[in-house]
């Protein structure tokens, strides 16, 4: 990952009032420095980062606030250009006027740092006009994992909390504040809960191959019903884990009205988060009452915004990290995807034949991944039992049985069934729109490396689209 020193030993901080804006409107930044001007240059996150515009102006310190309050820092708006396309947007911050004397970034990652960077997103003027794809941005799972103000959504509560609330008006939330986590031993060069470690990859590929997108938050889903409605698929990446019931209510009903998912990612809409109604904040309840605060979560039964305790989410995206894990620490084992069903059009154009082991040399399963609850039937196929909420018709096309030795390092959450059987299940499933799940966080890590990825993706997104 980047880290870069302050220039001249003054720092430039900053976060966005608020992480979209429809192009053609106004974005509120909000800068802290000791600097007399700072610069923020703006880059777009697309095949590589394209150098957009700047914003000057003159700098004022404002001390840092906790995790759980709005930072108030001086505000300085930016009109931002009509013509600016829909996009993940990086702003490089910086003290005085002078564009930083440097070569373009090669990618995201070359842009991520843990401080003096703020994202933001531009939302179509007219959505689903030129687009018929919906990127959805985890702005939630970002800020969940975010640590400026000395806490994340994660660790024991203090004694007078009964769930965690932090402000999304602080910075970080993609790039630019310290991340809870440990680093990724596959790609080391962004902490893994950034846009750069997973999401940029993806837009990377999805644009350098042929295909439009239109760009919006989770924040953005929650608050408009009817957004995904305009576009054909709506698409996820990497690690989407944090929803909240707006979210979920309104891309359920996208899918009941025909809408497409497309989920290249895991551990998707683990936590269910509440926003606030100004959505500044977003709060989430872990632990049941009476629990030990330090304790694993993941593994403890009455948390009170546990999506699969609430309402299952395999009802809607196929699978569940109950039914999967993770690897939490250092390189792990290589684990691939065994193939079922190679002639389903996902598979078209691959090679693949009935068993085959699709991304084992790159270790495609992790470090988190999802489930469906299978039994095998008298050919030996995984097929879904629906017991923990599949929608029947789900199609098993890839199954992964994870390690189990205590040694192997991989953690499996609470289950409702005791079937020593923990697995990935990749699958399909169609119920009013289409629902494909790749069920592995690493699949954007993968589409650089392995040609089979690369159709895959592209024959699921076209099918859909």
Known sequence: MTEEAPVDGVMVNGYPGRASVRAGEVLRLHISTRARRFRADFYRCGPRPRLMGHLEGPGAYAEPGGHDEDWTWPGHDMAIPGHWPSGVYVAVLGPGTEHPAARTPADAAALDARHSRLLFVVTARDPGRTARILYKVPLFTYHAYNRSGGASLYGALSRTETRRTVTLARPGGGTGGPVKGRPDAHDPRTPRQTFAHWDAPFIAWLETSGFTADYCTDLDLDEDPELAHRYRLLLSAGHDEYWSEGVRRHVTDFRDQGGNLAIFGANTCWWRVTPNSAGTAISCAKYPPGAP???????????????????????????????????????????????????HPVFAGTGLREGDVLGGEHHLVGYECDGAAYRRDQQGRAVATGEDGTPDGFTILGVADLPTAPASGWHTAVRESDGPGRAATLGIYTRGGTVFNAATTDWPRLLPLEPRIRTITRNVITLLT
Request: no cysteine; proline share 6%; charged share 25%.
């Open 293 to 343: 605060q330090g304790a694993d979560t993941d593994r403890m039964r009455g948390a009170p915004d546990h999506w699969w305790e609430i309402e299952p989410e395999n009802r809607l995206i196929g699978v569940s990290y109950r039914n999967g894990g993770g690897h939490w620490e250092g390189a792990r084992e290589s684990l691939g995807f065994t193939v079922q069903h190679p002639e």
